[in-house]
């Protein structure tokens, strides 16, 4: 988060973690509200380094074709679905929504 004050600004932090907000952490403390049988479809779209740690975290990763996260998802064999635009992404959304019913 970005705070201004009289001109000066200040950069405050999600939490503690390397990257200033553990990703994995929040996506984990938002499903933990939800019943095993009541969890919703996660997706999660990422291109860097600090998108790594919640890579696992979902049921449908998309790693931007070229960058970080698609580098450590093929170094990893971690499933997940490459995209160049964010058609991409929504292309494969609406078939996954559509499989479902």
Known sequence: ???????DWKITWVDDSSHGH???LSIRKIM??????EKPTTYYIG???SDISAACECDYLFAKKGL????WCLSKQQKH??????????QKMREVV???G
């Open 81 to 90: 679905i490459t995209w160049t635009t964010f058609r991409d992404v929504e």
């Open 98 to 100: 559509d499989s479902i």
């Open 22 to 24: 553990d990703k994995a």
């Open 1 to 7: 988060m970005l705070i201004t004050d009289e001109g």
């Open 32 to 37: 933990s509200q939800y019943p095993d049988a």
């Open 68 to 71: 970080d996260l698609e580098e």
């Open 47 to 49: 291109d860097g380094i």
